[in-house]
Every structure is written in structure tokens, then in C-alpha cells.
Nanobody, 126 residues
Framework: QVQLVESGGGLVQTGGSLRLSCAAS????????MGWFRQAPGKEREFVAV???????YYADSVKGRFTISRDNAKGTVYLQMNSLKPEDTAVYYC????????????????????WGQGTQVTVSS
């Protein structure tokens, strides 16, 4: 079993920044692709960003150029740096882990992930 715990969410004004963290424990962290998803009230969970074991990254078009995903294997932590935040970024943000290699097309699908955190709320006001 892998445990994922998110932190760093909060309330920020349009144009502001937040850094989300996801601490992983329970198994070898290095071999997991780590993704961020978000879900707004009444909407489906959507892909945000992913980083694989070789630190290759992929982003949703809606956040490209504004968000940056990174990982620190020594700390067992993945980060999501969010800049130039917009009201439409408001959602609960979830960290997820998928063991083994997958193509980016598959890593965009929430159903492919093995483990999930409880989520952290991000609210962007205008």
C-alpha cells in the first residue's frame, strides 16, 4: 500500500501562486509516475500534469506555461508549482501514483492510477 498526502492548498487572488506538495510513503518511490488531477464541484476529475521516473513531464493545455511539476526522490515528494492562477483553477487537487511505465496518453486517464491522496482545496478569487 502506498500512502499519499497532499498539502499547500489555500485561498489566493487571481494572478497569485501556490505550491502543492505530495508526500509518498509505503513503497519505492522512484519507479512511480506521479500525477496531479483536479476536480471542481459538479465536474469530472481532469488531468493536470504528470512526471515519470526519468523526470519527463507532460501538462494539460489549460495549465501549460503556468504550472510546473517536479519530484524529489530523496524526500519522496512531488510538487506542483502553480503560477498566474485563474478562478477556473479553483478545484480540489489530487496527487496520484502509477507504478511502472505508461505512455503519456494513458497517464492522462485517472483510471490508470493505483493510488490517490485525499486532496487539497485550491480557491482562486477575482
Amino acid at each position: 500500500q502506498v500512502q499519499l498526502v497532499e498539502s499547500g492548498g489555500g485561498l489566493v487572488q487571481t494572478g497569485g501562486s501556490l505550491r502543492l506538495s505530495c508526500a509518498a510513503s509505503g513503497r519505492t518511490f522512484d519507479n512511480y509516475a506521479m500525477g496531479w488531477f483536479r476536480q471542481a464541484p459538479g465536474k469530472e476529475r481532469e488531468f493536470v500534469a504528470v512526471i515519470n521516473w526519468s523526470e519527463s513531464t507532460y501538462y494539460a493545455d489549460s495549465v501549460k506555461g503556468r504550472f510546473t511539476i517536479s519530484r524529489d526522490n530523496a524526500k519522496g515528494t512531488v510538487y506542483l508549482q502553480m503560477n498566474s492562477l485563474k478562478p477556473e483553477d479553483t478545484a480540489v487537487y489530487y496527487c496520484a501514483a502509477k507504478y511502472g511505465g505508461q505512455t503519456y496518453s494513458l497517464l492522462r486517464e485517472a483510471s490508470r492510477y493505483n493510488y490517490w491522496g485525499q486532496g487539497t482545496q485550491v480557491t482562486v478569487s477575482s
